[in-house]
């Protein structure tokens, strides 16, 4: 179940930098709790402990003010269990923004400060697979309307000057492709492997390359690394041109996406910024967080336009579990991700309506699968919302400026 977050709201302390020990009440480790940063929003001043703003902008991807904040922490006092915290909040920006480089001088930085530290030795297992990967450069943000199939999130894209229809994945921190598709593009595939997580549980080993250039309407992005995917099924069967989706680092460099069921699909426009929409997205670790309203309750889901139906989790059945226990009927459900399929016992709800930014949307029926896989939000979340929540209305909208969701 979901924790209540700790109160943040601290007042009559200079500014400057503070270590856990000097901010009594506070857990660290809910630093990374995406979900607390969303529902404290405000509370926190230019008067509150540096590691608590760069926790909130890393959250709430404002990355210019987090690495300043977290970098002061670092120069202060390197070896300090704050230094270990912001180290790990870099790894997190670097990464889902391609900056590859900053993230494997970071982990070498954290290594050398912190020998010892459990968080240096989990986040090498996935920083290496990055090291000697350039920085993605991405050109300048420019509005850009491109056509899609009804009810498809597939764009059509350049890579390398050759064709391709690739579809926008919020869940994915590296962009893929599969091999047939790296080899007629040109890629070169580096040597070695390293296994990323899936929404099946299974995982899928992968290799890296590197796009000299990806072009997205007017936009322009270089050295644009993506994981290889073998070719195995659901990869397998797909068409030249196909075998592929643009991850995180492309979109947040586009900044926002707005897809209409009209059959079109518009990126790099202008920011929706408005006090009455205050964010409903937040970053938690390798996650992007929904906000949603469940039988009066606001709760969390993982966020992944990439899976086509919306799941729930073991936490959903804790969460409500009078709800489940008069309305839930045995099931049992199948979960493909790029290492597979994978079979579940389930729960099959008859209905499920959600309040997404101020608009209901309802699944009928829902399905709850009885498992706690990270890809499906098992680790934060109640479950992980999928395409048929947001294409039940004329369109939505991803404004990573604001951070904010909107349903049409």
């Known amino acids: 179940m979901l924790r209540a977050a700790h109160a943040l709201i601290i007042t009559a302390v200079p500014c400057g930098v503070f270590l856990a020990a000097q ?26 402990p540096t590691i608590l703003r760069g926790a909130a902008a ?33 790894s997190q920006i670097y990464q889902r923004s391609g900056r590859y480089r900053q993230l494997v001088e970071n982990l070498d930085e954290w290594s050398r400060a912190l020998p010892e530290s459990e968080d240096v030795r989990e986040a090498r297992k996935d920083v290496e697979r990055f090291r000697g990967l350039p920085n993605q450069v991405n050109g300048p943000r420019r509005r850009s309307t491109l056509s899609h199939d009804p009810g498809d ?123 009455d929409r205050p964010p409903n997205l937040a970053f938690e670790a390798n996650h992007l967080l929904l906000q949603v309203t469940v039988l009066g309750k606001r709760v969390f889901t993982t966020f992944d336009t990439g899976a086509l139906t919306t799941d729930f989790n073991s936490n959903f059945a804790e969460s409500f579990a009078d709800f489940v226990q008069r309305t839930g009927t045995k099931a049992s459900a199948e979960i493909q991700g790029a ?33 706690r896989i990270p890809g499906l939000g098992g680790d934060c979340c109640v479950g992980n919302a999928g395409l048929d929540l947001l294409s039940q209305g004329r369109g939505f909208t991803i404004d990573f400026s604001s951070m904010v969701l909107t349903l049409d």
Do not use: C
Not at 71 to 85: G, V
């Open 153 to 275: 999130i597939s764009v059509p894209i350049s890579i390398n000057h050759k064709p391709a229809h690739y579809f926008f994945d919020t869940g994915a921190w590296v962009s893929a492709m599969t091999e047939a598709e790296a080899r007629r593009l040109g890629l070169t595939i580096r040597t070695g492997t390293s296994s990323i997580g899936d929404a099946s549980g299974r995982g899928v080993a992968v290799r890296m390359g590197v796009a000299r250039e990806v072009v997205l309407g007017d936009m322009r992005f270089q050295n644009v690394s993506f994981a290889i995917l073998p070719n195995i099924e659901p990869w397998a069967s797909a068409p030249p041109g196909q075998g592929g989706i643009l991850g995180i680092p492309i979109l947040l460099a586009a900044g926002r996406a707005q897809w209409s069921k009209n059959g079109t699909v518009e990126f790099g426009g202008s920011s929706s910024n408005s006090p």
């Open 58 to 90: 890393t959250a709430l991807n404002d990355p210019a003010n987090a690495e300043r904040l977290l970098r002061s922490i670092i120069r202060a006092e390197p070896q300090s269990d704050a230094a270990n915290h912001a180290h790990r909040m870099l």
């Open 339 to 371: 290492g597979g399929t994978s079979s579940f016992d389930a729960i099959r709800l008859p209905e499920v309506a959600l309040t997404i930014g101020g608009t209901i949307v309802t699944l009928k029926p829902a399905t709850l699968t009885l498992q």
């Open 23 to 48: 901010v009594p009440g506070v857990d660290l480790s809910q630093l990374y709790n995406g979900r607390q940063w969303i529902e404290q929003r405000g509370t926190l001043t230019e008067g509150s």
